[in-house]
């Protein structure tokens, strides 16, 4: 079955970095496009950041262009997501899942549980 474990989250101050971990089975990794998707306090869960299955196209999200970057380990079935220059709107638990394809974005299977991203003095 499908899996998609997120981890690397915490408590950081504003201007700090987290590095987020997502470790994906149940399906072959290499082929599927991945993302990021946060929801944050009283939000929709949005898309952050997206990656092709080979890892060469990224797009991100224009609040968090240019502060996050997106990369993916094939040969370990894992998803990072670096986040640097966290600001208190970052706070969020943040997801990662398959999308149907890089363009779109549509999240392809179940939630995990998330890990959460506290950005506060």
């Known amino acids: 079955q499908v899996q998609l474990v997120e981890s690397g989250g915490g408590l950081v101050q504003p201007g700090g970095s987290l590095r987020l971990s997502c470790a994906a089975s149940g399906f072959i990794f290499g082929d599927h496009a991945m993302s990021w998707y946060r929801q944050g306090p009283g939000k929709e869960r949005e898309l952050v950041a997206r990656?092709?299955?080979?890892?060469?196209?990224?797009n991100y999200s224009d609040s968090v262009k240019g502060r996050f970057t997106i990369s993916r380990d094939n040969t370990k079935n894992t998803l990072f997501l670096q986040m640097n220059s966290l600001k208190p709107e970052d706070t969020a638990v943040y997801y990662c899942?398959?999308?149907?394809?890089?363009?779109?974005?549509?999240?392809?299977?179940?939630w995990g549980q998330g890990t959460q991203v506290t950005v506060s003095s």
């Open positions: 899942n398959a999308i149907t394809n890089y363009n779109t974005g549509s999240a392809l299977y179940a």
């Open positions: 990656i092709s299955p080979s890892g060469v196209m990224r």
